[in-house]
């Protein structure tokens, strides 16, 4: 049971950074019906772009972490400096890959899209090497002690940042004019258009919105795991999309429902014994096989509940 | 018609005699001095005699005999057909720009860099050159004669006249060839490098050449007369001008009612503007190409000199990524279905044969060892066999994806690519997990040394040849149509009575199918399966070749899956030991670069470059470089009009309409 | 009707809908509608722009399941049936905006209509047995035929692929398209649409053709005026998914509910003034 509690609890933590990258995903997927491959390698550049920020800050592997205020100072530059770089990057690749196809049909900028990933992951390659990358670990780590479960000063943190995050989106979404006119882009392009409202600009902004938060992603995952590689967005990307799908693709709070089910998913996961050991699991322990796990949810629903558990866009016209 | 007549030529034949002759001795003499043609035949000969410092074995000897003959011979009679199909309009200079820029070219560059980067700079040169014509074509105001105004009726004199300029072409062209050769061999001779008892072969060779021309120009003559419009035939009054007056139904009559026929027909039809690119000629580059592609293993020797071996296997791993493109163009071109994990049946296919042509099964099974012999026989209906299992995944993998819309099949199909591998990766009490299956027996086929390359480089040969012959079969059936009917406009589709769950899971299994074959195929040559022989990134590869070749397109797919496989492979790995040696540029191009990126090596960059090229392609030309006809009219038409969205097209998860849509 | 079509009536009606009902969500597109279509009847559906007729003839082709009530094609169910199934059956249709394959030729499109006709299989396919090869000859002769109806043009153009051609070139393919899977009821969804008036007039004629030569039972709709009184034995019409009227054209234009819902209630008045 602690083991179950414990899993709970660090699959919420990832859950939510996965909940921030699905935002990007929702959004984009929502607004012009594209999966954008790369923003999962936007995700990891964010990973990267923080690592330089530290060292920038003189903060590295053997040097020791800032405290109090210069913390507060170094994470607000870090976590501002990562989603900008990030923002940038989602509207280039916006302009220059994905909007000349817009009107192509649908395989072009899917293959545009998985080109530009191809492309991210080498830059990585090129910028930091091939192998994996040490986070230095600036953010004290206390543990608290709950009952029986343990959650650490960085969990909390992530959390909470995600939260902000996710609740300045909504708010940006449902109360602000931009807001409006994304959900008037989403819902009928053309109509949009004719009401007045800039769509190229729109989409720009919704990119720049969604490639934002997985920059802010990349920092907290680099505060919670320490580490990070040039192919780490993929598989992570292809994990927060299913979460938007589980909550429902276009649906903001489907997005960081989703997130949060398939960290805890996946971190359960990691409980299914050893099949090898006699008794029902999985060979070698469910752990090797949480992808295979993640995946075989996304299919479920795809299956069964193609709309995912929130999921609702209103009805097109005939 | 004596003699003199048929070979004095007249004065207007007389230019196209010098247009032709110039044009195609140069490339052949190129061929026989600069590169090999000479030495191939020289080596062969004195082999014959027992002489020489290369020992070849009767067979190989034989096998050399016929490509030299099959060569010249060709060439030949190519000579005859063109000079008597060619109808004059178009002058020599250009003739020779053209034959200069798509013969003489690609022979240096690959003669200087090698097959695959001689290739590969030919892609860079040709566009270039197809800019620059139309910008000369332009400028000059040019406009090429109208091929349909050419479609005469040839009466007997006329004929006549063909067949004497068939001959002629043929006669001359081997007396200038003769003659060239003579000297050059006599150059050789004096200047010490050619044996006597060869110079003796040599004069044989000139008096013996100009014969076989007269007899090869004729033989161009014929297929030239062969491809002409004959007079009308009088018996009954429905046939109306046909080739050899043979009575045509009224449905080709209809059918050649339609103007495209008629382009077709301009192209076909003898006399012809241009000659060289008319299907009569088709004929004579395909059996040289054949012939070239036969008997490469054989001439690979003379031709690049030492390493045959590890070309030849490369050329055998390029094979079953032909193989595994056009399976995938199945998916993707014809039925338009994106996977993204096709590397899963691939693996399933290497693994069947894995198992089974090793001790793993037995091994499994607690029976006793088989005899290694008879499970090599094994491989041959193995290849039938694995194929068939791949099918069946590919099937049962295609069912959950029937109703999903363009973009989540992908990803669901991803996820299968992901998913396969790893059960193969961790079901280690079968599969041998990481460490994967040694010892998998190569095929058995008596007289064959598997351990060299050269039986596999035949094995994939045939299995490409069987593969493009049966997507050419399904391309043109009923099933092929009903896929690109899918592929199009499903709802059109199932609203003409094509039922698409079944379709759409014929293709998965289909393309599934091509993959298992390559997955044997893939087993037996490396000797081996294991896990990370299969990763997500191969089914982007496998995609990138379909989508850069051009979807949908037979040919397309092909030259795509060698273009990627030369440049992941070969290329990249070329310019790194290029950029090894000081004196090469490529050195200090790639010490700039490695100054702001340590660790920085072509082969690194490749899936940059594979990015690079897949938006640029997406952008610049979706239809990739050797677009289905289909395809160009699509991708660029669609930019004109507005695409328009059927209000049955809803994004799945819009509740309403799509889950009310069943189909 | 004619005396010809009256005595066809000897069965029962060729299409039947009964009491069709359906929702998307809680919006009722169709509703309560009953409908009936005799063999060799040209029959139109008309009704102000959103009324649901396109609705209909996706029910009738099983494109969407009925929310409740019953459609019958001789006699026999089509309910739950898949839409290749209904072509089976013996139902084709066009769309209102021409759905050909565009990235196929003339030919090809026709001949893609032939799927049901023809029985080759993978197998067939990939070995080309001589009865499949005489199989695919016989259904290209069969598509030139089929494109002969419109005259000598189609057939000139067979080997064009159909984005090139001519918007009402167009939806003769479809036409074709859709009778070479040999039905007995055509539904054509504004075959008019976007014409103009002399291409409106050929399209009349052959959709009368169509009938009276090919012995069809035709549902259409349609919403030029001109052409829906020209050509029609009977008319349906609808609003808001409901049927408000029907009968034979000279009632229907006579009709005060027609008139509102098209015209809305103050055209009443001027409407009839311009009819007579």
Same mark, same amino acid.
């Given at each position: 049971m602690t083991l179950f509690l414990q899993e709970l609890v660090n699959g919420i933590t990832t859950g939510a950074i996965y909940a921030l990258i699905a935002l990007g995903y929702t959004m984009v997927y929502g607004i012009i019906e594209l999966l954008n491959f790369a923003h999962g390698d936007i995700f990891m550049i964010g990973t990267f772009v923080c690592v330089s920020i530290f060292a920038a800050f003189?903060?590295?592997?053997?040097s020791s972490p800032p405290t109090g205020l210069a913390l507060v100072g170094v994470l607000l530059v870090t976590l501002l400096g990562s989603m900008a770089v990030c923002a940038v990057l989602g509207v280039v690749i916006e302009r220059f890959a994905y909007r000349p196809l817009r009107n192509a049909p649908r395989l072009a900028p899917l293959i545009s899209a998985i080109g530009v990933s191809l492309i991210l992951e080498d830059v990585a390659k090129l910028w930091k090497g091939i192998n994996f990358i040490t986070v230095p670990q600036i953010f004290p780590q206390i543990f608290y002690h709950i009952g029986p479960i343990t959650i650490s000063s960085i969990n909390i943190l992530v959390i909470v940042v995600a939260v902000v995050l996710m609740i300045a989106l909504q708010w940006l979404v449902t109360r602000t004019r931009t807001g409006r006119a994304m959900r008037a882009v989403a819902q009928d392009r053309e109509a949009a258009a004719l009401m007045g409202v800039n769509v190229n600009r729109i989409i720009a902004i919704t990119f720049f919105i969604g490639a934002g938060l997985a920059g802010a992603a990349g920092l907290i995952w680099d505060l919670q795991y320490g580490t990070t590689i040039f192919y780490l967005g993929f598989t992570l990307g292809l994990f927060a999309f299913t979460a938007a799908v589980l909550g429902g693709i276009g649906n903001i709070v489907g997005a960081m429902l989703g997130g949060v089910l398939i960290g805890v998913i996946e971190a359960l996961a990691t409980l299914i014994p050893d099949s090898n050991n006699g008794g029902i699991g999985l060979p070698h322990g469910g752990a090797p096989w949480h992808e295979a796990i993640i995946f075989i949810v996304l299919i479920l629903i795809l299956v069964f509940r193609p709309s995912g558990l929130l999921g609702q866009r209103t009805p097109e016209k005939v | 018609m004596s003699i003199a007549n048929t070979l004095v030529p007249a004065r207007d034949t007389r230019a196209l005699l010098i247009k032709w002759i110039v044009g195609l001795l140069v490339p052949i003499a190129v061929f026989t001095f600069v590169w090999s043609g000479e030495a191939i035949i020289n080596n062969a000969l004195l082999s014959l005699l027992g002489t020489g410092n290369v020992a070849l074995g009767i067979s190989l000897f034989i096998q050399l005999a016929i490509f030299i003959l099959i060569l010249y011979a060709t060439v030949i009679a190519l000579a005859g057909y063109l000079v008597a199909a060619d109808s004059g309009q178009r002058g020599m200079i250009a003739l020779w720009i053209d034959i200069l820029v798509f013969v003489l070219v690609p022979l240096l560059l690959v003669i200087t860099q090698g097959l695959i980067i001689g290739l590969a700079l030919c892609a860079i040169v040709w566009p270039l050159f197809f800019l620059v014509r139309r910008r000369f074509a332009k400028a000059l105001h040019y406009t090429p004669p109208q091929p349909l105004q050419n479609l005469q009726i040839l009466d007997a004199e006329q004929r006549a006249e063909l067949m004497s300029r068939g001959i002629m072409g043929g006669f001359w062209f081997s007396v200038a060839l003769a003659v060239v050769w003579l000297v050059a061999d006599l150059i050789f001779y004096i200047t010490g490098t050619l044996p006597t008892i060869l110079l003796i072969l040599a004069v044989i060779r000139t008096l013996i050449l100009p014969v076989a021309g007269y007899f090869l120009g004729r033989l161009g003559g014929v297929i030239a007369l062969r491809r002409t419009l004959a007079q009308?035939?009088?018996?009954?009054?429905?046939?109306?001008? =046909?080739r050899a007056g043979r009575r045509i139904s009224k449905r080709r009559q209809l059918q050649e009612l339609s103007t495209s026929h008629k382009r077709e027909e301009a192209r076909d039809l003898v006399p012809n503007d241009l000659p060289l690119r008319s299907t009569g000629a088709q004929r004579f580059y395909l059996i040289l190409i054949v012939a070239f592609i036969l008997f490469y293993p054989v001439i690979d020797p003379f031709l690049f000199s030492f390493g045959t071996d590890g070309r030849l296997a490369g050329y055998g791993d390029a094979g079953y990524y032909v193989i595994l493109a056009l399976g995938l163009n199945i998916v993707v071109g014809f039925a338009g279905l994106l996977d993204l994990g096709y590397v899963a049946f691939f693996a399933i296919g290497s693994y069947a044969w894995g198992i089974i042509g090793s001790t793993q099964l037995t091994n499994l099974l607690s029976l006793p060892p088989i005899n290694p012999h008879l499970l090599s026989a094994l491989f041959w209906p193995m290849i039938i066999g694995a194929a068939l299992i791949a099918a069946f995944f590919g099937v049962l993998l295609g069912l959950p994806t029937l109703r999903l819309r363009g973009d989540y099949l992908a990803i669901v199909t991803l996820g299968f690519g992901e998913i396969v591998p790893i059960v193969f990766l961790e079901l280690d009490k079968y599969t041998n997990g990481a460490n994967g299956i040694v010892g998998v027996y190569s095929p058995a086929f008596p007289g064959a040394n598997w351990l060299s390359a050269t039986p596999y480089y035949y094995l994939i040969l045939g299995l490409i040849v069987l593969t493009i012959f049966v997507n050419i079969r399904l391309r043109d059936s009923r099933l092929g149509r009903a896929w690109i009917a899918i592929r199009e406009d499903e709802i059109a589709a199932a609203s003409s009575g094509i039922n698409l769950r079944n379709t759409k899971l014929l293709a998965f299994g289909a393309g599934a199918f091509f993959s298992g074959i390559a997955g044997a195929y893939h087993a037996a040559k490396l000797g081996g399966v294991s896990p990370d022989n299969f990763s997500l990134g191969d089914s982007i590869i496998f995609l990138a070749m379909v989508v850069i070749g051009g979807i949908g397109s037979i040919p397309g797919v092909i030259v795509g899956a060698l273009a990627v496989y030369s440049i992941n492979l070969f290329l990249l790995a070329q310019l790194d030991t290029l950029a090894a040696d000081p004196s090469n540029p490529l050195f200090a191009v790639h010490n700039a670069i490695a100054s702001v990126f340590p660790g920085f090596t072509f082969g690194n960059i490749r899936n940059l470059i594979f990015g690079v090229l897949l938006v640029v392609i997406m952008i610049f030309r979706p239809e990739g470089l050797i677009p289905s006809a289909r395809r160009r009219r699509e991708l660029h038409a669609a930019a004109d009009e507005q695409v328009e969205v059927g209000a049955? =097209?809803?994004? $799945?998860?819009? $509740?309403?309409?799509e889950d009310e849509v069943r189909i | 009707m004619s005396v010809e079509q009256a005595s066809e009536?000897?069965?029962?009606?060729?299409l039947e809908l009964n009491k069709v009902t359906k929702y998307f969500g809680g919006l009722a597109a169709v509703q309560d509608l009953d409908l009936q279509v005799w063999p060799r009847e040209i029959v139109s559906v008309i009704g102000p722009n959103g009324a649901g007729k396109t609705t209909v003839f996706n029910l009738i082709t099983c494109l969407y399941r009925p929310t409740s009530g019953d459609i019958r094609l001789a006699e026999r169910t089509l309910v739950g049936l898949s839409p290749d199934n209904v072509v089976r059956r013996g139902i084709a249709r066009t769309f209102q905006n021409i759905r050909l394959f565009n990235n196929m030729t003339v030919l090809e499109n026709v001949l893609v209509g032939q799927h049901t006709q023809l029985k080759a299989n993978i197998l067939g396919a990939v070995f080309h047995p001589p009865h499949v090869v005489h199989e695919e000859d016989e259904a290209r002769r069969r598509a030139i035929e089929l494109l002969s109806f419109f005259g000598s043009e189609l057939i000139e153009r067979q080997e064009e692929y159909v984005i090139n051609l001519s918007y009402a070139d167009k939806r003769r393919v479809e036409i074709a398209r859709a009778l070479a899977s040999n039905p007995r009821l055509l539904l054509l969804d504004e075959p008019t649409a976007g014409m103009n008036e002399a291409e409106t007039l050929e399209a009349v004629k052959y959709v009368r053709r169509l009938r009276d030569e090919l012995r069809l039972t035709i549902l259409l709709i349609e919403h030029k005026l001109t052409v829906t009184m020209g050509i029609s034995d009977r008319i349906s019409v609808l609003d808001y998914g409901r049927k408000i009227a029907e009968g034979l054209p000279e009632e229907v234009r006579r009709n005060e509910k027609v008139i509102e819902a098209y015209?809305?209630?103050?055209a009443k008045a001027e409407e009839q003034e311009s009819v007579e």
């Open positions: 003189g903060i590295t592997l053997s | 009308k035939d009088n018996g009954n009054g429905e046939s109306s001008t =046909d049955l =097209d809803v994004v $799945p998860g819009a $509740p309403g309409f | 009536h000897s069965g029962g009606p060729l015209l809305g209630k103050g």
